[in-house]
Antibody
Framework: EVQLVESGGGLVQSGGSLRLSCAAS????????MHWVRQAPGKGLVWVSRINSAETNTTYADSVKGRFTISRDNAKNTLYLQMNSLRAEDTAVYYC??????????????WGQGTLVTVSS | QSALTQPPSASGSPGQSVTISCTGT?????????VSWFQQYPGKAPKLMIY???KRPSGVPDRFSGSKSGNTASLTVSGLQAEDEADYYC?????????FGTGTKVTVL
């Protein structure tokens, strides 16, 4: 069974940093593109970032470019999101999601349960 | 990187059909056949309902169907049931990024 479990969320002050983790199991993690998606309280889903299986290709939403860094450790089956210079508007539940078929254009076929990041101003 | 446009709400009585639109541009919805639809209940993670415009993952009822014309994709839920009441989001591959729709709350009357 595919499982994605996020951790690392919490309360942080504006300007601070936080690193999220997403532990993957039940599939060959090293073969799949992975994404981070966030959802502010009461708002819609917003794509944040994606990374290819070999960690050679990363892309970001304009709203986080230069502040967030996506990475992965295929030996540990774990996806990361390093978030720096956090702002109040980054407050959201952050989900990791798998891209189906091992492609960047694959659908988000499995999601974690999410981890809440709250940035206080 | 603008969000895809969805109507904020849609509704129907049990047994009826409801169709949700998702409008983008030639850079996302219109440029690729990689449109997905997700169902989300409050406090829960999204669930993939449709991928590649019209394909259903295993386990998704055939009451859910998808289509696309030009820059607009659509999700139709036929034979509405009480458990279909949820938020629905479209998503599209856009080359250098991915983008979600603004979301539609479906109410079963």
């Amino acid at each position: 069974e595919v499982q994605l479990v996020e951790s690392g969320g919490g309360l942080v002050q504006s300007g601070g940093s936080l690193r999220l983790s997403c532990a993957a199991s039940g599939f060959t993690f090293s073969s799949y593109w992975m994404h981070w998606v966030r959802q502010a309280p009461g708002k819609g889903l917003v794509w944040v970032s994606r990374i290819n299986s070999a960690e050679t290709n990363t892309t970001y939403a304009d709203s986080v470019k230069g502040r967030f860094t996506i990475s992965r450790d295929n030996a540990k089956n774990t996806l990361y999101l390093q978030m720096n210079s956090l702002r109040a508007e980054d407050t959201a539940v952050y989900y990791c999601a798998r891209s189906s078929g091992g492609y960047s254009y694959g659908a988000f076929d499995h999601w974690g349960q999410g981890t809440l990041v709250t940035v206080s101003s | 990187q603008s969000a895809l446009t969805q109507p904020p709400s849609a509704s129907g009585s049990p047994g009826q059909s409801v169709t949700i639109s998702c409008t983008g541009t030639s850079s996302d919805v219109g440029g690729y056949n990689y449109v997905s639809w997700f169902q989300q209940y409050p406090g829960k993670a999204p669930k993939l309902m449709i991928y590649e415009v019209s394909k259903r993952p295993s386990g998704v009822p055939d009451r859910f169907s998808g289509s696309k014309s030009g820059n607009t994709a659509s999700l139709t839920v036929s034979g509405l049931q009480a458990e279909d009441e949820a938020d629905y989001y479209c998503s599209s591959y856009a080359g250098s990024n991915n983008v979600f729709g603004t979301g539609t709350k479906v109410t079963v009357l």
